[in-house]
């Protein structure tokens, strides 16, 4: 698989906010209140988010170059909402202006690293630097798709997909073993050495985007087990990144 460095996830993040950016230029105030590709959730929400996932990583970064540590969102993952909600039926000029200034702040937060400075902790899984910049790039590359332009997982490229397998690994059931085979590709296995075994076929991007929760794009997705054809199995929920409370 392929192996994500500091310097080439800097490359990845900044091509990541210019298709971001890219999509933005393009919307205007009617298409805001539009529906997402995640329910519930308008593209208002989805923009509201991005800003909100790419300020709150920028501030992770700030504190950790002064040797401290703050949670990710003022007031949790409840304050996360309420930021979301208040800021979704923002005009479009709103969103792209906010967008744009929480994009830049984070990108120029990575930017200035230095080599030790991506492994300086923060507390977004109890993590380093490096983990809050993987954590970027799936926001934006994920939710790029999820603002339901047109640009679909499959724009999603190896390094980023092969990430996914890595990462998503956690929505494997207990117990459970699944064998990825990407047409053209090595396998790869995720879950429990020796657990009951799915082997799930298709184009790589169609396999990241059935683990990300996406609907694949490219094609059906095969899944058998001892040979036989069976339903593509069930997923644990996405390891969640802000603790939950009620």
Not at 30 to 57: F, Y
Not at 71 to 97: K, P, W
Not at 131 to 141: I, V
Request: glycine share 12%; net charge negative; hydrophobic share 45%.
């Amino acid at each position: 698989m392929t192996s994500i460095t500091p310097e080439n996830l800097l490359v990845e993040l900044r091509r990541a906010a210019d298709v971001v950016n890219e999509i933005t230029a393009k919307l205007i105030d009617q298409d805001v209140a539009a529906a997402s590709e995640l329910p519930g959730w308008t593209r208002g929400h989805v923009l509201a988010h991005l800003a909100g996932i790419s300020n709150a990583m920028a501030r992770q970064l700030e504190y950790a170059a002064r040797g401290q540590t703050i949670e990710l969102y003022d007031g949790g993952f409840e304050g996360r909402n309420r930021a979301i909600e208040l800021t979704a039926g923002h005009g479009m000029e709103q969103h792209r202006t906010a967008l744009a200034a929480a994009l830049d702040r984070a990108l120029n937060a990575f930017g200035a690293l230095d080599a030790p400075g991506w492994q300086e902790p923060i507390t977004y899984r109890g993590g380093v630097v490096f983990d809050g910049g993987l954590a970027l790039w799936r926001e934006l590359t994920i939710h790029a798709t999820d603002l339901g332009t047109g640009r679909g997982p499959e724009t999603w490229s190896r390094p980023f997909c092969e990430h996914l397998f890595d990462f998503l690994s956690a929505r494997v059931p207990e117990g459970e073993r699944f064998v990825l085979q990407p047409l053209g590709l090595p396998p790869v296995a995720i879950g429990a050495p020796g657990g009951r075994t799915t082997v799930i076929n298709g184009m790589l991007t169609d396999i990241a985007a059935w683990l990300a929760g996406r609907t694949p794009t490219l094609g059906s997705l095969r899944a058998t087990a001892a040979a036989d054809g069976v339903e593509l199995p069930a997923l644990l929920p996405w390891p969640a990144g802000v603790p939950v409370t009620k």
